[in-house]
Nanobody, 120 residues
Framework: QVQLVESGGGLVQAGGSLRLSCTASGRTFSLYAMGWFRQAPGKEREFVTAVTWGDGRTNYADSVKGRFTISRDNAKNTVFLQMNSLKPEDTGVYYC?????????????WGQGTQVTVSS
């Protein structure tokens, strides 16, 4: 079992920045990738970004490219999401997630989520 704890959410004005963090604990031996998803009010959860733990490969949703950066601290099993030039449409609950299996694209473990609110 893997446990995930997110932090760093809050209220920010449009154009501002926030940095989210997520730390994994428990069965982290098989960690393959960590990613961020978000869910806006009344919307479905969507993929934001992810990083492969072994080689640091990253992937971003088109909506956040150039503004968000994902990074990792392998020793601490922690992933970060630096969010710059925030827009009101970035508002939502941000979830950290772990993909544990290389042979499956499913994200197996999820954090509780942290609220990000961007005001105009």
């Amino acid at each position: 079992q893997v446990q995930l704890v997110e932090s760093g959410g809050g209220l920010v004005q449009a154009g501002g920045s926030l940095r989210l963090s997520c730390t994994a604990s428990g069965r982290t031996f098989s960690l393959y990738a960590m990613g961020w998803f978000r869910q806006a009010p009344g919307k479905e959860r969507e993929f934001v970004t992810a990083v492969t733990w072994g080689d640091g490969r990253t992937n971003y949703a088109d909506s956040v490219k150039g503004r968000f950066t994902i990074s990792r601290d392998n020793a601490k099993n922690t992933v970060f999401l630096q969010m710059n030039s925030l827009k009101p449409e970035d508002t939502g609950v941000y979830y950290c997630a772990v993909r544990s299996k290389i042979w499956s694209t499913t994200y197996d473990y999820w954090g509780q989520g942290t609220q990000v609110t961007v005001s105009s």
